[in-house]
């Protein structure tokens, strides 16, 4: 099992270190397993340093897709978005 540290801004820090979000929506530019932690450094975008906050979890699912292959044609995609929804 791996530690993988990303980045994150400070609103979105806010909303997983209080358990609220439970979810990453990420560019698939990194390997990423079931079982791994995802440890999450908040950044502030405004002076570009690390705040020293870090907060981890475990993953428990990892979906990967390509814009192209998803459900809805790619029109639609780039005209309306796309919403991540977090279940409890």
């Known amino acids: ?6 980045k994150i801004w400070p609103e979105y820090f806010d ?8 979810y ?3 560019l698939n530019d990194f390997e990423v397993k079931e079982g791994d ?3 999450l450094e908040e950044w502030n975008p405004k002076t570009e340093e690390y705040t020293g906050r870090k907060v ?3 993953v428990t699912y990892v979906g990967k897709f390509k814009i192209d292959e998803l459900f809805w044609p790619e029109e639609q995609i780039k005209d309306k978005g796309i919403q991540i929804i977090s279940l409890e």
């Open 1 to 6: 099992m791996a530690i993988i540290k990303k």
């Open 15 to 22: 909303a997983v270190a209080s358990g609220k979000k439970k």
């Open 24 to 26: 990453e929506l990420r």
């Open 37 to 39: 932690t995802l440890m």
């Open 56 to 58: 981890g979890r475990k």
